[in-house]
């Protein structure tokens, strides 16, 4: 939506390297949550942060309030990573970002 | 983590009928949404209900549409009536505080 910026808008790995995608609100938001949209169009929570950062296996999110950003890093790629990434801001009704399509290859 | 279940899976239907979509939220959930998604697009807001009462609607939820939870059933769109424009995928949502779980979503073929 117009209230949230993703880039890249589509980015490709090798397996095993790493990423990081970013989402730009344009006002302040309360919280950021991340979402993986896989390959059936499930929707995966991958993060929620209201502040600070969280940590949870290959992925890592920092959600700065302050500055009205969040950013989601990816380390070490598997291919079962491949989909489009989805960060969305929480004040009353999450709104999505145009999200990001990463392509993880071997 | 929490299940939100969306029945049907896949839905076609004759243009200007009558469709209701059926959301199964998370038990103790008390906000719920629903959203729009065209195929390879963005996800779009529709609308959030809170307490019996739509809290907020985007220019989508077209005055075709509706929502309720009778007696805390299930959480349904109903869109009457449908329009080509109304096919996508449309993903219901359910959240006790500000973390939302999504179901997988009802794919809605309007022909």
């Known amino acids: 939506g117009d209230q949230v910026e993703q880039s890249p808008s589509a980015l490709s790995l090798h397996e095993g390297t790493g990423s990081a995608l970013r989402c730009n609100f344009t006002t302040t938001m309360r919280a950021v949550q991340w979402f993986q949209q896989n390959s059936r169009g499930s929707l995966i929570n991958l993060f929620y942060?209201?502040?600070g950062t969280k940590e949870n296996g290959r992925l890592k999110s920092t959600f700065n309030s302050k500055e009205s950003y969040s950013t989601l890093h990816i380390r070490d790629a598997q291919l079962e990573d491949s989909g489009t990434y989805f960060c969305?801001?929480?004040?009353?009704?999450?709104?999505f970002g145009a999200g990001t399509k990463l392509s993880v290859k071997p | 983590g929490p299940k939100v279940l969306q029945i049907p899976s896949h839905q076609i239907i004759d243009m200007g009928q009558m469709v209701t979509l059926n959301c199964d939220p998370v038990?103790?959930?008390?906000?719920f949404y629903w959203y729009k998604q065209i195929l390879g697009q963005q996800m779009e807001f529709l609308v959030n209900?809170?307490?019996?009462?739509?809290?907020?609607k985007s220019k989508l939820f077209k005055d075709q549409f509706s929502v309720e939870r009778p007696d805390g059933s299930y959480f349904t769109l109903k869109i009457q009536p449908t329009a080509l424009e109304d096919s996508a995928v449309y993903f219901c949502?359910?959240?006790?505080?500000?973390?939302?779980?999504f179901g997988k979503g009802t794919r809605l073929t309007v022909v």
């Open positions: 942060l209201a502040s």
């Open positions: 969305a801001h929480n004040n009353n009704a999450p709104r």
């Open positions: 209900f809170y307490n019996g009462k739509v809290m907020e």
């Open positions: 038990s103790n959930h008390l906000y």
């Open positions: 949502a359910s959240s006790l505080d500000e973390e939302v779980f």
